[in-house]
């Protein structure tokens, strides 16, 4: 208790100090909640985007997997609907989607050009409840299950010169390889993501046609409860040990080539913004103490002679500096949680141009920052640890001060 009375009092001593630290805490912790909120948004956007797309879990024959860039659609799943019930009953299991996806070339007219997409065909029931594309229609409809329907991507649209209601070719390929022409509607143009924006869609029994597999898929898309890393292998790992499987390619999402190079590059922005942040922060902290330390230096050394132990003396300086990092951190989340609460209500326009760029990546136009009590609590912490780690070496410094240098020191 007298460690804690010496050390509130000693951050009083000097009150512009003190406060000129707290500040830099309290911008610094700010700072870092409002940008992790952003970052969290964008990461959880980003991976949502990717399991929706491409399945929690993908299920491909073994011959598809290894040749799987020359989309080789004789190797598909020639029927699905057995194996779709079977993997349905499994625990953990919330659904599973055939899936047609295969590159096509495309022409306004009934000339060939040199425009291409990825023609995706599924189920109203991928397509709506889990990528949620009849929200993200900004022109006409979302495929109403007539016959001859096709919805495009917003980036495909706009290459192709295409607008709702006009009939395009679309020229694809059956299993056998020969040429495969189709002449849907368009109605409507959707936009959400890069990945979303890149592609064309219809109805599942349309693409079936096209690439004369009347019955099955190219892929099963295995929806589980979670699509967090953590949650997907486990699953993928039990569903691969099905005897039913066996043959079978099974892989997370988070395997993907695209989700495996690019989570440990957001991960370590991630990280990186919190190492700068908390140096920064550092820097402050480790300067008060150090003049902290420099001014009470005689005090330093009556304490000690009257018997204060060397661990007694880094106490009393850690305990200022945590005391200045909960006054400085509380306000910071505090402030700093408020911005991206905002950001999470209203979103971030990054431009149309980021998305464009993106290719092929679930990155969106307008960004919603994901704010969370672990965020909070995690920013207060390294407040916490970062005011210690400040003060650490200017208390090792006291506790090694001499009591009678000290007390000649006259400081």
Same mark, same amino acid.
């Given at each position: 208790?007298?460690?804690?009375?010496?050390?509130?009092?000693?951050?009083?001593?000097?009150?512009?100090?003190?406060?000129?630290?707290?500040?830099?805490?309290?911008?610094?912790?700010?700072?870092?909640?409002?940008?992790?909120?952003?970052?969290?948004?964008?990461?959880?956007?980003?991976?949502?985007?990717?399991?929706?797309?491409?399945?929690?879990?993908?299920?491909?024959?073994?011959?598809?997997?290894?040749?799987?860039?020359?989309?080789?659609?004789?190797?598909?799943?020639?029927?699905?609907?057995?194996?779709?019930?079977?993997?349905?009953?499994?625990?953990?299991?919330?659904?599973?989607?055939?899936?047609?996806?295969?590159?096509?070339?495309?022409?306004?007219?009934?000339?060939?050009?040199?425009?291409?997409?990825?023609?995706?065909?599924?189920?109203?029931?991928?397509?709506?409840?889990?990528?949620?594309?009849?929200?993200?229609?900004?022109?006409?409809?979302?495929?109403?299950?007539?016959?001859?329907?096709?919805?495009?991507?917003?980036?495909?649209?706009?290459?192709?010169?295409?607008?709702?209601?006009?009939?395009?070719?679309?020229?694809?390929?059956?299993?056998?390889?020969?040429?495969?022409?189709?002449?849907?509607?368009?109605?409507?143009?959707?936009?959400?993501?890069?990945?979303?924006?890149?592609?064309?869609?219809?109805?599942?029994?349309?693409?079936?046609?096209?690439?004369?597999?009347?019955?099955?898929?190219?892929?099963?898309?295995?929806?589980?409860?979670?699509?967090?890393?953590?949650?997907?292998?486990?699953?993928?790992?039990?569903?691969?040990?099905?005897?039913?499987?066996?043959?079978?390619? *099974? /892989? @997370?999402? =988070?395997?993907? +080539?695209? $989700? #495996?190079?690019?989570?440990?590059?957001?991960?370590?922005?991630?990280?990186?913004?919190?190492?700068?942040?908390?140096?920064?922060?550092?820097?402050?902290?480790?300067?008060?103490?150090?003049?902290?330390?420099?001014?009470?230096?005689?005090?330093?050394?009556?304490?000690?002679?009257?018997?204060?132990?060397?661990?007694?003396?880094?106490?009393?300086?850690?305990?200022?500096?945590?005391?200045?990092?909960?006054?400085?951190?509380?306000?910071?989340?505090?402030?700093?949680?408020?911005?991206?609460?905002?950001?999470?209500?209203?979103?971030?326009?990054?431009?149309?141009?980021?998305?464009?760029?993106?290719?092929?990546?679930?990155?969106?136009?307008?960004?919603?920052?994901?704010?969370?009590?672990?965020?909070?609590?995690?920013?207060?912490?390294?407040?916490?640890?970062?005011?210690?780690?400040?003060?650490?070496?200017?208390? *090792? /410094? @006291?506790? =090694?001060?001499? +009591?009678? $240098? #000290?007390?000649?020191?006259?400081?």
């Amino acid at each position: 208790m007298m460690q804690l009375k010496l050390a509130f009092r000693n951050a009083q001593r000097n009150v512009r100090r003190t406060l000129l630290t707290a500040t830099t805490l309290f911008v610094g912790i700010a700072l870092t909640t409002f940008c992790l909120s952003f970052f969290n948004g964008y990461i959880w956007d980003f991976l949502r985007g990717m399991a929706d797309n491409h399945g929690h879990v993908r299920v491909v024959t073994q011959e598809y997997a290894e040749r799987e860039q020359l989309q080789p659609l004789y190797a598909n799943i020639e029927k699905s609907g057995p194996l779709r019930e079977r993997l349905s009953q499994e625990p953990g299991v919330e659904a599973v989607e055939p899936v047609i996806k295969t590159g096509v070339v495309l022409a306004l007219g009934e000339e060939i050009g040199d425009d291409f997409g990825m023609l995706m065909g599924a189920e109203s029931s991928l397509f709506v409840d889990r990528m949620a594309l009849d929200q993200a229609v900004i022109e006409g409809t979302w495929l109403t299950g007539a016959k001859d329907e096709v919805v495009l991507g917003r980036k495909v649209a706009m290459d192709l010169g295409a607008e709702v209601g006009q009939e395009i070719l679309v020229m694809g390929q059956s299993q056998y390889g020969s040429m495969s022409p189709m002449s849907p509607t368009v109605v409507g143009i959707v936009s959400k993501n890069g990945l979303v924006d890149m592609q064309l869609y219809m109805q599942l029994e349309e693409a079936r046609w096209m690439v004369d597999v009347p019955e099955g898929a190219l892929s099963l898309l295995v929806y589980g409860q979670d699509y967090q890393p953590e949650t997907v292998g486990p699953l993928s790992e039990r569903l691969s040990q099905l005897p039913e499987l066996q043959g079978y390619s *099974l /892989r @997370a999402w =988070s395997e993907e +080539p695209l $989700a #495996a190079q690019s989570i440990p590059i957001i991960t370590g922005m991630n990280a990186g913004l919190s190492a700068l942040m908390m140096f920064v922060m550092v820097l402050a902290i480790f300067n008060t103490m150090t003049m902290s330390v420099l001014e009470r230096t005689g005090e330093i050394g009556v304490m000690r002679a009257m018997g204060q132990t060397r661990m007694g003396a880094v106490g009393l300086f850690l305990i200022e500096a945590i005391t200045i990092g909960v006054l400085g951190g509380s306000a910071g989340v505090l402030l700093g949680g408020l911005g991206g609460y905002y950001m999470e209500l209203h979103g971030v326009d990054l431009g149309q141009e980021i998305v464009d760029q993106a290719g092929a990546m679930p990155i969106a136009s307008t960004v919603y920052g994901d704010v969370t009590p672990e965020l909070l609590l995690q920013c207060f912490l390294l407040a916490i640890a970062t005011a210690s780690l400040g003060a650490l070496l200017p208390a *090792l /410094r @006291a506790a =090694s001060i001499s +009591p009678s $240098a #000290a007390m000649r020191s006259r400081r």
